[in-house]
């Protein structure tokens, strides 16, 4: 549980909030995130600063194997997808590690995606990716290896 909460950064509305053109991506830390099943991420960039939620997967024609928005403390958590181009599925995680949500989401919608309840973290992959991990809301999840 130590791992889930290797947290920083809290902005409440995020992923997808438009970057100007031509800006370099900030520098991000790569973690695994290993689920209770014993499926396995390598590599998912972590996003913990303001601006890496803002910029979030926007403006990527291939957004890899997702990536871990970390906050600090539960709270209410809200997504869009401006500027955001591959459809995505979300799935919000409480502070026991446990998935308590998934929804999918359409590129380059302004539709806003919250939480049913106060999340800590919330893991954006490729649509239907928690599906094809055998990954479920009850499902835990944490991270590891940070770098």
């Known amino acids: ?20 053109e031509g800006d370099a991506p ?3 830390r790569h973690c695994q995130v290993v689920f209770d099943n014993g499926a396995r991420l390598a590599e998912v960039p972590l996003a913990e600063t303001s601006e890496q ?5 926007s403006r990527r024609h291939d957004v890899g194997s997702g ?3 970390a906050f600090a403390q539960p709270q209410p958590l809200r997504f869009w997808m401006r500027d955001t181009w591959q459809p995505l599925s979300i799935g919000f995680i409480d502070a026991a590690g446990v998935i308590f949500q998934i929804a999918d ?3 380059d919608t302004l539709d806003i995606h ?4 106060a999340g800590v973290a ?3 992959l490729p649509r ?8 479920q809301i009850g499902s835990r999840v944490r991270l590891q290896h940070c770098q």
């Open 1 to 20: 549980m130590k791992n889930i909460l290797c947290l920083l950064g809290v902005l409440p509305l995020l992923a997808g909030a438009q970057a100007a």
């Open 26 to 28: 900030p520098a991000m």
């Open 53 to 57: 939620q803002m910029r979030g997967l």
């Open 67 to 69: 990536m871990w928005f």
């Open 105 to 107: 989401m359409q590129p």
């Open 114 to 117: 919250a939480s049913s309840r």
């Open 122 to 124: 919330a893991l954006e």
């Open 128 to 135: 239907g990716g928690f599906t094809t991990l055998g990954v």
